[in-house]
């Protein structure tokens, strides 16, 4: 369920004509899954963290678009400064609770295929930094979205938020790299594609189910989807070196980009839902 980008406009609820041919495909993808609701505000994790649940995104593949909920979260540095993971489409009302948190100055984007909406955030916040991750720069210029990186993620958290998380690129994978984050005050590990855990209950679409249920992403047994699984053959020790080191931060929570996040059992949950790396 992987391999395409964080992109692609808020769901429609209603037609004003007779639909044809693509307007079915669109209308079967956006009644498919039910969204996290209440969308487009903040939601308390833990000291200093929030969530943020948006729109569904209709993503192109397998010659469709396939609906995925979005997650963003921001942490509130010691500095009072604000950190965006992987921002979800922008509104007045949820930038305005933003603004009451305190000035944004880090919009992340955790893997190349999450950074669609951080232009649009960067300009709505000129002062803040735009990090990139790894390969994401060439990946915006192939699908022509407009975003402009000042700086890049590394193994290591910058000066600036160092205080508050800690950091490392997961690595293994042919397609892609994960920069991972882990909230101390919190005890939070975060992460994007990392792990997924779509709830079946939430999926109308029967096709859509099983498509979930047999990439290995489904509640309760969320994963890293098969196609991007896949991309770590050959290259598991690289992962498993990563998930050892994610292990040693015992996360109490994992907030995920899509899907049900776990606000308990983190590190029984990591475990769990990355314990195909240590299949040979």
């Known amino acids: 369920m992987g391999w395409i980008d964080e992109s692609g406009g808020a769901v429609r609820r209603e037609w004003r004509s007779a ?32 969530i943020a649940d948006g729109p569904i995104v209709r993503m192109a593949m397998y010659g469709t678009k396939i609906p995925f909920p979005t997650r963003m979260t921001v942490v509130r540095l010691q500095s009072g400064e604000l950190w965006c993971h992987s921002p979800i489409a922008p509104c007045d009302s949820l930038q305005a609770e933003v603004d009451a948190l305190g000035p944004v100055r880090h919009l992340v984007s955790p893997n190349k295929i999450h950074y669609a909406h951080i232009g649009t955030w960067a300009k709505a916040y000129p002062e803040a930094i735009a990090w990139a991750s790894p390969g994401v720069r060439d990946r915006a ?6 975003v402009t990186f000042h700086a890049d993620l590394t193994d290591d958290p910058p000066p600036q938020w160092r205080a508050d998380l800690d950091q490392l690129i997961f690595r293994g994978s042919r397609f892609m790299d994960e920069a991972v ?5 919190s ?39 098969l196609d991007l699984r896949l991309t770590f053959m050959g290259q598991k020790a690289q992962g498993r070196e990563c998930l050892h080191r994610l ?22 949950e990591l475990k769990r839902a990355l314990r195909w790396l240590e299949r040979l």
């Not at 495909?25 to 939601?43: C, D, F, G």
């Not at 210029?141 to 407009?146: F, K, S």
């Not at 984050?181 to 005050?185: D, E, L, T």
């Not at 292990?247 to 029984?268: C, D, F, M, T």
């Open 187 to 225: 005890s939070t590990l975060i992460v994007a594609d990392l792990i997924e855990n779509f709830e079946l209950n939430k999926v109308q679409n029967w096709g859509l189910r099983m498509a979930m249920k047999l990439s290995g992403c489904s509640d309760p047994d969320g994963k890293m989807p």
């Open 247 to 268: 292990l040693q931060w015992h996360p109490e929570k994992v907030i995920l980009a899509h899907g049900r996040w776990y606000p308990s059992n983190g590190e029984v």
């Open 19 to 50: 639909p044809n041919l693509g307007q079915l495909r669109s209308r079967w993808s956006e009644q498919a899954m039910e969204l996290y609701e209440p969308i487009n505000t903040l939601k308390p994790v833990g000291p200093e963290i929030w």
């Open 141 to 146: 210029a192939q699908q022509n979205i407009p």
């Open 181 to 185: 984050f882990f909230h101390r005050a």
